[in-house]
């Protein structure tokens, strides 16, 4: 168990549709990642909060947005879902004060859309 | 855009066969590289990170050694076994906020 949690592990949804993932990183980790595993594809970098403030954009589209809250946890919303957002998507956090960098992930949230 | 490249991109082996795989990199505002072992059905976990040229890591059976003149890493597993069968995930670190992976090697071993 890495401590970091994803909600909801599986989703479904239709095309046109808007869903939000949730993530509670490890206790004490600042930092939270948000990554899309595609079908056969590695793992694509999103978007990166540090203490609820965005820190890095990777290839995130504009229909995709996230926040980190105060508390932490952070959330990525994904709106006009296209069938080729259907991914799993991995949330996770780091204590970049160890400077280390290394990643703790959640078990992921399966999204298909349909 | 940071370039992760790793090589090969599947692997089979027998099981006691040893292995190796590479990442590359450019070595330019080189920060740290970190290993990752990605199962099926489970989330990354992290192997190694390693900061400095030369630096050598080892975790039972396997171990990893960093260029960072050169930019590569090599990911090396002495006697294969099937629960090794994962993919390994490099992620080089450029001091900045990103950690981009690359594709990965996926490493079979067959009892």
Known sequence: DSGVTQTPKHLITATGQRVTLRCSPRSGDLSVYWYQQSLDQGLQFLIQYYNGEERAKGNILERFSAQQFPDLHSELNLSSLELGDSALYFCASSDRRQNTGELFFGEGSRLTVL | ?111
């Open chain 2, 1 to 111: 855009i940071l370039n992760v490249e790793q090589s090969p991109q599947s692997l089979h082996v027998q099981e006691g066969d040893s292995t190796n795989f590479t990442c590359s990199f450019p070595s330019s505002n080189f920060y740290a590289l970190h290993w990752y072992r990605w199962e099926t059905a489970k989330s990354p976990e992290a192997l190694f990170v390693m900061t400095l040229n030369g630096d050598e890591k080892k975790k039972g059976r396997i171990s990893a050694t960093l260029n960072t003149k050169e930019g590569y890493s090599y990911l090396y597993i002495k006697g294969s076994q099937p629960e090794d069968s994962a993919t390994y995930l490099c992620a080089p670190n450029t001091g900045g906020f990103k950690t981009i992976f690359g594709a990965g090697t996926r490493l079979f071993v067959k009892a």
